[in-house]
């Protein structure tokens, strides 16, 4: 292992630039420049180093394949999405075993057993690498939108079916990112957003102006009607819809991810006369229905955890407001109108919540959901005394089921059981812990039932701490595989997320983020001092800004780690706003490059900018994906090299970069499996865990 660590760290020294910015005064080397050109010679080779390095060490450990049968077993159930009633039939997605893509099916009663296939994306290539990713409807339910994606590209392909005559149009609209589609009543065409087509390289500018279009059916996309922009606002993206009675045409105008947004509106008569509804750039607002000219929301907007509010088009001004659901204890997650409901989903202390409203506003029940679930989404059905319901816990795929309103009982739809799960055996907890300002963090724990506390079990801890993004209990067979070894799986909700409303997450941006990085990092210690595990069988998980939590953690705790995951991650702060949508980020980590002030607190935590010589960093595995465009491999290629360069000891930093693959939506099974049993491969070795060998695994 010492031998191939001096191999990767000569091959680095051979490459290294003298490359030199200066942020305000302060000048920063950036020695791997060169890895940000993926189609150089040089960037191939090392590349291809890596990935052999990694693989030599991953089949040296010899129950890979066993990882590998164990993973896709627990894989191997039939697994759906929420039915979606459309005129007389339900529309879903089915995976009835490991297929690489669900099948996209429809029937007129969920009980049937004989559906009808609508869509098969399966089809379309024998690797699995297209995914449908979404799918919209024409008022009437007999046209079609979908939207295909390749290699997990957050670009989109938007094709059209009749779902009369089951034809596929000729139209092929190439979105350079995802969008809402907007059908008008006379299904004769829809609205849609888009960024402009590149015709070279990408620079910076081609991450601005997005703009709204018309396209018309059976027209090219060149035909398509430009109907809004704004170049004074180029950072602005929208997202079109019709009103309920078909008068408006909306757009929820948004910066990338941040929670804040804008409403523009027009008569459909008029779809160039847009107006603004109100001057507010400081809350987030998210179109429930209309009735006429009065518009529900659900907003930020004088409640951090989110109320409902009416607003008359006629009189938008805020004294005009008609609150129907004040602020709540708990946060909203989501309202959906169904029937004659608000179907408000909530959390309380991160455990999901399912709460009906007349349309006045009076509470009238609570769904009677299990314990530590996490809600989905809900849905209608061809009854109004009954509401679809999806959730899925740790130890629970979704699950689809009809709630029955006047009842009060939820009963399942489809039946659907993770193969090789003993739920008895097992259990779940929440704990809570301090941070180093003394702010209480929850923590989920889930491991076998009487582990013994001696402070040498292997705990995995995931984190990731950002854009509102709230961390619930999901379930996922790769966990199960490690809770079955006798690992204990953590789940911190740390600062960033979204667990407990807006004032959680703007408690760790801009010059805040810091708390992320400390909430993990006290996690870890608590479990230490609980004497759940110790710093030689621990180790810390993270994807996308979870990696960058994880990257922040190893470089300013190393000694704290057995071992880390860091996957598609976020390590170059100060450049990350040059790549592909990396600007949509500016407000969640701010502009190092543009602002001094930013720069300070930036630059102290930045993961690739703070690794220091000499110094023993845990066991690391650094992940990507080759068309990954929303996190682009650069930011792991440097992080990774420059570990490699400056390790002190024999412990492993690994790199793999998955081929035909993007940031996660999409991916195909095979592509998963292969991921995880790396992953797990990695923690077994690296922990030294013993795998277990019953009927179980």
């Known amino acids: 292992m010492l031998f191939l660590l001096k191999i990767k760290r000569s091959l680095c020294q051979m490459n290294k630039s003298d490359v030199v910015d200066n942020f305000h005064g302060t000048e920063v080397t950036d020695p791997f420049r060169w890895l940000e050109n993926a189609d150089s010679v040089e960037t191939k080779k090392w590349t291809e180093e890596q990935h052999q390095n990694t693989e030599d060490y991953l089949n040296s450990f010899p129950d890979r394949k066993y990882i590998k049968q164990s993973i896709t077993n627990r894989l191997n159930y039939e697994k759906y999405s929420l039915p979606q009633l459309?005129?007389?039939?339900?529309?879903?997605?089915?995976?009835?075993?490991?297929?690489?893509?669900?099948?996209?099916?429809?029937?007129?009663?969920?009980?049937?057993?004989?559906?009808?296939?609508?869509?098969?994306?399966?089809?379309l290539s024998e690797e699995g690498i297209v995914a449908l990713t979404n799918v919209t409807f024409s008022k009437d339910g007999k046209w079609m939108a979908y939207a295909l994606s390749r290699n997990g590209s957050d670009g989109r392909e938007i094709k059209v079916k009749n779902l009369e005559t089951c034809e596929d149009y000729p139209d092929s609209l190439k979105l350079?990112?995802?969008?809402?589609?907007?059908?008008?009543?006379?299904?004769?065409?829809?609205?849609?957003?888009?960024?402009?087509?590149?015709?070279?390289?990408?620079?910076?500018?081609?991450?601005?102006?997005?703009?709204?279009?018309?396209?018309?059916?059976?027209?090219?996309?060149?035909e398509d009607v430009l109907i809004f922009e704004d170049?004074?606002?180029?950072?602005?993206?929208?997202?079109?819809?019709?009103?309920?009675?078909?008068?408006?045409?909306?757009?929820?105008?948004?910066?990338?991810?941040?929670?804040?947004?804008?409403?523009?509106?027009?008569?459909?008569?008029?779809?160039?006369?847009?107006?603004?509804?109100?001057?507010?750039?400081?809350?987030?607002?998210?179109?429930?229905?209309?009735?006429?000219?009065?518009?529900?929301?659900?907003?930020?907007?004088?409640?951090?955890?989110?109320?409902?509010?009416?607003?008359?088009?006629?009189?938008?001004?805020?004294?005009?407001?008609?609150?129907?659901?004040?602020?709540?204890?708990?946060?909203?997650?989501?309202?959906?109108?169904?029937?004659?409901?608000?179907?408000?989903?909530?959390?309380?202390?991160?455990?999901?919540?399912?709460?009906?409203?007349?349309?006045?506003?009076?509470f009238h029940k609570e769904v009677p959901l299990p314990d530590h679930v996490t809600v989905t989404g809900v849905g209608a059905t061809k009854t109004k005394e009954e509401i679809l319901v999806a959730y899925t816990s740790f130890f629970q795929p979704t699950q689809i089921m009809k709630y029955q309103i006047n009842k009060n009982e939820l009963s399942a739809i489809f039946t659907v059981e993770a193969p090789r799960i003993n739920k008895s055996e097992y259990e779940t907890k929440q704990v809570s812990y301090p941070s180093k300002d003394g702010t209480i963090i929850p923590m989920y724990l889930i491991h076998k039932k009487n582990i013994a506390l001696k402070g040498n079990n292997p705990v995995l801890l995931s984190v990731y701490g950002g854009y509102k993004i709230s961390k619930t209990p999901t379930f996922s067979p790769e966990i199960m595989t490690w809770l079955d070894a006798g690992g204990v799986y953590a789940l911190a909700n740390i600062r960033g997320g979204g667990e407990f409303g807006q004032?959680?997450?703007?408690?760790?941006?801009?010059?805040?983020k810091q708390n992320t990085f400390d909430d993990a990092i006290f996690a870890v210690e608590w479990l230490i001092e609980n004497n759940y595990t110790n710093s030689k069988k621990i180790a810390i998980m993270g994807r996308s800004n979870g990696g960058l939590v994880v990257g922040a953690c190893i470089i300013q705790r190393p000694d704290l780690f057995g071992a880390a995951l860091c996957l598609v991650p976020v390590t170059d702060m100060l450049r990350f706003h040059k790549f592909t949508f990396g600007r949509y980020w500016l407000n969640e980590f701010g502009n190092a490059e543009l602002t001094a002030d930013h720069f300070k607190f930036i630059y102290p935590y930045s993961p690739l900018h703070n690794v220091k010589k000499g110094t023993a960093y845990p066991p690391t595995f650094v992940t990507t994906a080759d068309c990954d465009d929303r996190v682009v491999p650069i930011h792991a290629k440097k992080f990774t090299a420059t570990l490699q360069e400056v390790q002190s000891g024999p412990n492993p930093i690994l790199y793999k970069e998955q081929k035909n693959a993007g940031h996660g939506e999409g991916k195909p099974t095979l592509k998963i499996i292969e991921e995880q049993t790396d992953l797990l491969t990695f923690l077994f070795k690296e922990l030294d865990v013993e795998l277990p060998r019953n009927e179980n695994s």
Not at 196 to 211: C, D, F, K, T, V
């Open 503 to 512: 004032k959680w997450h703007e408690d760790a941006i801009l010059e805040k």
């Open 176 to 222: 350079r990112r995802h969008s809402s589609i907007a059908w008008v009543e006379k299904n004769n065409g829809f609205y849609y957003s888009n960024y402009p087509i590149l015709n070279g390289p990408a620079n910076e500018e081609a991450s601005y102006h997005n703009r709204v279009f018309w396209h018309q059916i059976g027209t090219s996309q060149e």
């Open 231 to 362: 170049p004074e606002q180029k950072e602005l993206a929208y997202e079109p819809f019709i009103s309920n009675n078909n008068e408006y045409l909306l757009l929820r105008a948004h910066n990338g991810p941040q929670p804040v947004s804008r409403i523009y509106f027009t008569e459909l008569e008029k779809p160039n006369s847009f107006s603004r509804l109100f001057e507010d750039d400081k809350a987030n607002y998210t179109f429930i229905c209309n009735e006429g000219d009065l518009f529900y929301y659900l907003t930020s907007e004088g409640a951090l955890n989110g109320r409902v509010v009416a607003i008359n088009f006629k009189r938008p001004q805020k004294d005009n407001w008609i609150e129907i659901i004040p602020e709540q204890e708990e946060t909203m997650v989501s309202v959906t109108k169904l029937h004659d409901y608000f179907i408000v989903s909530s959390m309380h202390n991160v455990n999901g919540k399912l709460s009906l409203y007349t349309m006045d506003g009076a």
């Open 86 to 123: 459309i005129g007389d039939y339900y529309y879903f997605h089915k995976n009835s075993s490991l297929h690489n893509q669900p099948i996209f099916y429809r029937t007129k009663n969920l009980h049937d057993t004989e559906l009808e296939i609508v869509f098969n994306p399966n089809l």
